[in-house]
């Protein structure tokens, strides 16, 4: 339903109008120091390379050779769904979002350490949050991204992901 008290009399709704609160933020900060079209581009350009730079992150995590990794972080980050949306909506160019939920929870369970995995945990609730905020899409994508990955591990893996939430 939409939130009267932000927008009063009219309301937002953050699932049907598609706004990205969290570029607001990002535009607030921006805004003293450059025009509002510089601020709008620098935070549509930031994040397409943050798309870049989070999949070569992910890859790497999981041992890609560097230049595949390097290669596959172009091609996500540049993709042909990023430069038709980039124009018209730019909560479309946060595809960072997924690469950064699934190294979180990398290393959520890949973290040795209590306090690796408290900061892991804590990263991967700021990055679920940003996602919400930043488009409701994404963060049902993101919803069913892990239901998949839960159903495969259920059906083929069944002996492994009982073991790790017996172990977790």
């Known amino acids: 339903t939409p939130a009267e008290g932000v927008m009063f009399p009219f309301g937002w709704d953050f699932s049907a109008d598609d706004i990205a609160p969290v570029n607001g933020l990002y535009f607030i900060l921006l805004r003293p120091f450059l025009s509002m079209h510089q601020s709008l581009m620098l935070i549509v ?36 769904f990023i430069s038709v949306r980039a124009g018209a909506h730019p909560s479309y160019t946060a595809l960072y979002l997924f690469p950064l939920m699934c190294i979180f929870f990398l290393l959520v369970n890949q973290s040795f350490t209590k306090k690796g995995k408290i900061l892991s945990a804590l990263a991967l609730g700021i990055i679920s949050a940003i996602t919400v905020l930043t488009n409701f899409y994404y963060a049902l ?10 159903g495969y591990f259920l059906f083929f893996e069944k002996k492994i992901f009982l073991q790790y939430i017996r172990k977790n």
């Open 45 to 80: 350009v930031a994040s397409i390379f943050l798309s870049n730079i989070s999949m070569y992150w992910f890859l790497r995590l999981l041992h890609v050779q560097k230049w595949i990794a390097f290669l596959g972080g172009l091609i996500f980050g540049f993709s042909p």
């Open 141 to 150: 994508m993101i919803v069913i991204m892990f239901c998949l990955f839960i």
